[in-house]
């Protein structure tokens, strides 16, 4: 069967990217966690010195500081997982604590960083084969992709999944503030005026409140079964 593209987007902690890995695994194909870039260069910010404060950046440092910024993924390990390199630092970890998702939308709410991460995305996907997730690869990234899917799922199944995820990082935020910046994150998302959060016209919906990681991954895998 020939390789095809598959977009998935959606809201904050719809459990994308877990579901993004799994088909990829299945299927031997790339998986890329845009996500990830963006919030590689939210972190270059914080470490220049380019957040002024809570929610406020220095839009022109974070610009200036884009040509200094090289963002890599590894292989990926037996479950999946793909390290992501900041300028050769394994940064995995450190790009999902909330002092990171705390600035991240309002840096990709900038059209410099979107234009400058959007065009390596686009080169990563060129061969097909390929599982991105992320909230504009149906919508802008590849919007040819033969299979979109549009992730949601209920705000306090999203917050509680996240509070686990960062307390299995050893991290302690409580789940009002997890989410707070869900709402935050999301609000900023859908309303941005460059490449805003939005279902693609040709979209599946996949709400997961109540679905299991297997489940989904079935579910999916029927829809790609008609598609190559
Ligand atoms: O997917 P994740 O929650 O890690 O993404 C972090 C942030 O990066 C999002 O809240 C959003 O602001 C931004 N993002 C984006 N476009 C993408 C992927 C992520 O604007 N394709």
Known sequence: ASKITIAIDGYSSCGKS??????????NYTFIDSGAMYRCVALFGIRNGCVLGAHKLNLSCVVSSLP???????EADEKGNRAVLLNQED???EIRQLEVANIVSEVAAIEEVRSFLVKQQQELGSKGGVVM???DIGTVVFPNAQLKLFVT????IR?????????????TNSMEEILQNLKHRDRI?????????TQAK?????DNSEMSELEQLEFVLNLVKNKT
């Open 18 to 27: 877990t579901l993004a890995k799994a088909l990829a695994q299945k299927m």
């Open 68 to 74: 200094q910024i090289n963002i890599q993924f590894g």
């Open 91 to 93: 940064v995995s970890d």
């Open 133 to 135: 997730d992320g909230r």
């Open 153 to 156: 799922a209920k705000p306090e």
């Open 159 to 171: 917050a509680q999944r996240r509070f686990l995820e960062l307390q299995a990082k050893g991290e």
């Open 189 to 197: 998302d859908s309303t941005r005026a460059i490449s805003p959060l």
């Open 202 to 206: 040709d979209a599946q919906v996949l």
